[in-house]
């Protein structure tokens, strides 16, 4: 499976130049609202060093990492739910992905409009949010007039999914996200039916200038304090730097990184925490001709697994031949590792644990 997330914010606050570092997808960034008329899509290679690793170790002739897919999604402003600038596209872009990164801009730059006329990221999340509630409240509003026509009959299921949807209006009505509903077990499917843009996970990103590196400074403090409150990560990155930096040798980056007191680079680290972010995994498969990154979603089971790779993989799975990644590493072959017991032979029921290299057999 892909990742597929939406970056969002304000405009000119940095989505497209952080967009243009994940995915060399060379969106355009110039500093007026919305040069992204329509949304730039991207694929960003996972980084992940055991692949490369296990390429080495196994002599395959590749090694292809998994996915992230970007959509760079021009800025909402005040009113789009209403169709302000050109926010029921927009809108309408966000509906399609599996979580929303939200870009705030923390950084002064005198050359750089501001919509809003200064640099406020928590008045600025706060809009993006209105306007994704107010397009939520609408798209309820339209459920329940449909839901309460066709209960008119008195169907007890019907009346059932009107309580439930009324319920969900009252508290999106509230002001809040649609993802902070309390759900009754079994009642995820029915929310998840409702596709309603504040229901999406959301990972903030700060913006900030390369003078506040590492932390962000203030601004960069009320963006995680946002994002505390609601759950989520906070990834402090400068677009800019990162522009830099994708243009550098492994060994200068390395340098400049340390220099700046950063471990990763902040597109790693966004990556990272988009994964985290929607529970997902890294499996790996291993041969002479590729060794290959795969995602799937935290908990998932063998022959959910080997679907992901092809879907003969799931209906005709027999069984997956597993090693840990650290046992590979450690034993230095498929045949020593499965010497020393470390080789397993797992059934239908296996749960895959990030870093398993599987092999599936299966019948067609």
Known sequence: MALRCGITGLPNVGKSSLFNVLSGAGARSENYPFCTIEPNVGIAPVPDERLYRLAALTGSDKATPTTVEYVDIAGLVAGASKGEGLGNRFLAHIREVDAIVHVARCFEAPGITHVSGSVDPAR??????TELLLK??????????????????????LLDELAFVEQVH?????????RTFPVQP??????????????????????????????GGPRADAVREIASAEGFSCVVVCADLEAQLAALGDEEK?????????????????????YEL????????????????????????APAAGGAIHSD????????????YEDLIRYGSEAAARDAGAMRAEGKEYVVADGDVILFRFNV
């Open 254 to 274: 390395i340098a400049w990184l340390e220099e700046l007191g950063l471990e990763a680079p902040g597109m790693d680290r966004l990556i990272a925490a988009g």
């Open 313 to 324: 993989f799931e209906k005709g799975f027999i069984r997956a031949e597993t090693i840990r």
């Open 136 to 157: 939520d409240l609408e798209s309820l509003e339209r459920r329940i007039e449909k839901i309460a026509k066709q209960a008119k009959g008195g169907d007890r299921a």
């Open 186 to 215: 079994g009642d995820e499917d029915r929310l998840d039916a409702l596709f309603l843009l504040s229901a999406k996970p959301v990972l903030y990103v700060a913006n900030v200038a390369e003078d506040d590196l590492p932390d």
């Open 278 to 301: 929607l529970n997902l995994i890294t499996f790996f498969t291993a041969g002479p001709k590729e060794t290959r990154a795969w995602t799937v979603v935290q908990g998932a089971r």
């Open 170 to 178: 009252a508290h999106v009505g509230d002001g809040k996200a649609a």
């Open 124 to 129: 600025d999340i706060e809009i993006v949010d």
